[in-house]
């Protein structure tokens, strides 16, 4: 915080010094240098759209960047999930950035869409990659909750091929084996570990069919 704080008041210091050996007929020519660099990972983010806006921002000088301006840019960019901003004076920026990852794709009004790791929904080109597909209407937070609450249990997301939402909020689960697992609403971490550990025991390695909606309650079809 205090290294901020110096480094603000060595600019208006800088600004201070020029603007006051400056004359006011001498001021309306001065320019300040304009951005000449904006170093980033180009890799990251494949959008010519998005590298317009970047081109556009480099016509302004660093002194007076509205950061604001800045995010609004980097906002509306679903590709990305983070992003840190540094300054570089007199005349370049540098940007650090988290690609947003995708984790499932679902049809909206026969669109395809990828489902990321920012909750975003983000129209899917010619390379829908293989990922678990999701059928039926679901909120975006509930599908991030399921997708953590699977990645702190024994099965493997890449091992799922299709996920099946309902109105009501809960989930069933297809794997690329073709197990069925129906979870429970209230409970689904509870109930999709019962149902991994019925998986594990060697009396259940035919099963296609796991039924745990009901507490204390399981069904089990071949």
Known sequence: MLQQINKKILLYLFLFIILGTINNKNLEKFDFPKIDLIQFDRSEVDDNNFLKKLELIKQKNLFFLDKFQIKEVFNNNYLIEEYKIFKRYPSSLEIEIVKTRFYAL?????????????????????????????????????????????????????????????????????????????????????????????????????VKLIDVRQKNQVITNE
Do not use: C, H, V
Not at 115 to 134: E, T
């Open 106 to 206: 679902t049809n909206i009004d026969g669109k395809i869409f990828f489902i990321g790791s920012n909750g975003k929904l983000i129209q899917a080109n010619n390379d829908l990659k293989n990922l678990p597909f999701i059928f039926g209407y679901f909120d975006i937070k509930n599908f991030l909750n399921l997708k953590r609450i699977i990645d702190e249990s024994d099965l493997d997301f890449k091992q799922i091929q299709n996920l099946y939402s309902f109105p009501s909020g809960r989930w069933d689960i297809e794997t690329l084996s073709g197990i069925l697992i129906k979870l429970s609403k209230d409970e689904p971490k509870d109930s999709l570990d019962l149902a991994l550990n019925l998986l594990m025991d060697e009396k259940f390695r035919d």
